[in-house]
């Protein structure tokens, strides 16, 4: 007796380490909501013309996700642009990893329901193929993001071998593709780390930006440059705009600046207006690093303070000599006050200044 109950203990543990994880073959149930666009501005490159909504709330599942899909991979939505209203409208959306089955109702192209996942055992087994044995939960963000076998072996095959289930998606989320992976290598960027592709398409590196920005002069740009020029705008029209209005060759660095504190070819075009033209891009970036911006320089013109160099501005500015400090002291009897005056009344207050200056006397 007691080895027939040994024997079913054995049965069962070893029944617990070969099969696969419950969850991982659960049906996925949720809501969706969609809309379909027949307008050709409303369609990416990629001919994507229905926004789907997946939502799933349940013990196991967590998600709401949006993503742009062809109209021709939702088999069975018969939407067109003189159909755009189902009373009952059925589709598939087959992955790799599970087919989605929908049912709801489409009304002038916008469309809810309800939806179940069905995971494939087919790709089960293939992943174990793979060296995924344990898919846990991730069943169903496979399938939504459409982390398919043959993605995972192009990507392989192009080095990224024994990628985290959660790196795949996250390729899959940001278009990190084999496509884009080789156009980046014939760009001349080869040895890019797996964080490194995603973190550059998620702020817009594209092989149409670096050869852009080739075109502009700036060759040889690092992957971290280019992320970062990418993060503050330095895109092909700025530096055009830039050169445009007297600044060439300046350094990706220089650029980056710039943008970051809001130098601007409109910015140098308002000062030329003012009379302040022939200013270094370093001169440039401190004015507008302490405010020292067309309206003040107006302000301070309309307070009898014209033609000030730049010097002085930045001086007004950081000790905050500003036109209402101007005022402030006009209607208080204090008038025909030098520039350094103000600064040192600034500094100093009011009283302190005044006994200075009658001690000077």
Sequence with gaps: ????????????????FTSPPRAAQETVRGDWMAEYSTRARSKSSSGHNVLLTIKVSSDSHRSNST???PLAELRGLNLSETNL???QARFELQRDAGTFFFEGIFRNGKGIGDFRFEPSSDYVAGMRSLGYSDLSNKLFELAMFDVSRNFIQEMSDLGY????LNRLIEFRIHGVSPAYIKAMRAAGYVELSASKLVEMRIHGVTPDYISAMKSAG????????????RIHGVTPEFIAAMKAAGYSDLTANKLVEMRIHGVSADFVSKLRELGYDNLSSNRLVEMRIHGVTPTFIN??????????????????RIHGVSAK???????????????DDLVEIRIHGRDGF???SKRTQ
């Design 1 to 16: 007796m007691k080895k027939a109950i040994l024997t079913i203990l054995i049965t069962l543990m070893c029944g617990q």
């Design 67 to 69: 993503f742009g899909l």
């Design 85 to 87: 209203d189902l009373p």
């Design 161 to 164: 071998t024994n990628q985290s």
């Design 218 to 229: 700036y060759e040889d740009l690092t992957a971290n440059k280019l992320v970062e020029m």
């Design 299 to 316: 302000e301070m013109k309309q307070a009898g303070y014209d033609r000030l160099p730049i010097d002085k501005l930045v001086e007004f």
């Design 325 to 339: 400090f101007i005022k402030d002291l006009k209607d208080a009897g204090y008038t025909d006050l030098s520039p």
């Design 354 to 356: 005044f006994r200075k």
